[in-house]
């Protein structure tokens, strides 16, 4: 299975995943799948896992847009979906939304 159609079951059915990102072991929850100048980006919240900039007890400064195609060994994982409040990017960045969480 595709990165994308991982992400995008991930987003239907309001799961986990785990994800490199590079170099960063990541646990996410994805948001927001589409295009953005024709390539594929997924917008998660981050919520647990390694990042460059380190993660913040502030939510709203956790989310991730990562392109799909950078992601390495993305797989499903057991836990409650964190909604984490609301992010701006779904609606100013993406040019074409696939899928979102409803």
Known sequence: M???????????????????HNGYKRSLCPHVLGSIKGVSFVLFYQ????????????TD?????????????????????FPAGKSKADKTLFEKIDFKVA
Request: aromatic share 14%; charged share 25%; no cysteine.
């Open 61 to 81: 400064k956790n989310w991730r847009l990562f392109p799909v195609e950078d992601l390495r060994e993305v797989q499903y994982i057991e836990g409650p979906f």
């Open 2 to 20: 595709s990165n994308y159609s991982i992400i995008h079951k991930a987003i239907e059915n309001k799961q986990q995943i785990f994800a490199i």
């Open 47 to 58: 919520f647990a896992g390694e990042s460059d900039s380190g993660l913040s007890k502030e």
